[in-house]
């Protein structure tokens, strides 16, 4: 089966703290893509980041960085210098091609809440 | 280029009603994916279609739920007979002819409400 798990559902930093938000995921494909998404207030799904999984390097966007380990099945969100606007359900997810057809597989999300 | 568009944003239904949700994809997509939010949850995988096709309906629920996506004009999600238990967002996403495969991602409408009284 394939699965997602984000074991942390709140967390909460000071603002320009660095927070760390886990995911670790099942899955017994070799080729998949990982996603983390942004979830504000607003409800809009925002993509945060992209890695695909045969790329040993972790991606990085501005203050956003992931750390992915494979052989683990893990990849955590790296916030640095958190802003009051980070504030947000963050959503863990790969996607898979599998029946054909892309499955994209969720965690339950982590709500994140940065403090002045 | 516009994104991916969603009305209506907010739709209120007394149960037993019908309710109608529409997604236009972006410019050049033509996969398009529904997905279902309950409150303080992740997203349900609803459905996948592709222009006139349905490709995988495996998270639909089977009665009073169905799908379509015409070779022109947007999806809809439709729910007959609403329960209270409809009550959710629902998002829309689409990527291009190719599928994600290229890039991985999918393009998120900003959801419909449904409220069903």
């Known amino acids: 089966a394939q699965t997602v798990t984000q074991s942390q559902p709140e967390m909460s930093v000071q603002e320009a703290e660095t927070v760390t938000l886990s995911c670790t995921y099942d899955?017994?494909?070799?080729?998949?893509?990982l996603f983390w998404y942004k979830q504000p207030p607003s409800r809009q799904m925002i993509l945060v980041i992209r890695q695909e999984a045969y790329k040993q390097q972790n991606a990085t966007e501005n203050r956003f960085s992931v750390n992915f380990q494979k052989a683990a099945k893990s990849f955590s969100l790296k916030i640095s210098d958190s802003q009051l606007g980070d504030t947000a359900m963050y959503f863990c997810a790969f996607m898979i091609y599998m029946d054909s057809n892309y499955q994209l597989i969720w965690g339950a999300g982590t709500k994140l809440i940065i403090k002045p | 280029n516009a994104g991916v568009m969603q009305n209506p944003r907010h739709l209120v239904r007394r149960r037993g009603q019908e309710a109608r949700l529409r997604c236009s994809p972006m410019?050049?997509?033509?996969?398009v994916y529904w997905y279902r939010q309950l409150p303080e949850e992740g997203l349900k995988f609803m459905v996948y279609?592709?222009?006139?096709?349905?490709?995988?309906e495996s998270g639909m629920p089977k009665e009073r739920f169905s799908a379509e996506f015409p070779k022109e004009g947007p999806s809809i999600l439709r729910i007959q007979q609403v329960v209270r238990g409809d009550s959710a967002a629902y998002f829309c996403?689409?990527?291009?002819?190719?599928?994600?495969?290229?890039?991985?991602?999918?393009?998120f409408g900003e959801g419909s409400r449904l409220t069903v009284l």
């Open positions: 279609l592709q222009k006139e096709n349905i490709i995988d």
């Open positions: 899955t017994s494909e070799n080729n998949y893509y």
């Open positions: 410019k050049g997509h033509s996969h």
């Open positions: 996403a689409s990527s291009p002819y190719s599928g994600p495969r290229d890039t991985g991602e999918l393009f």
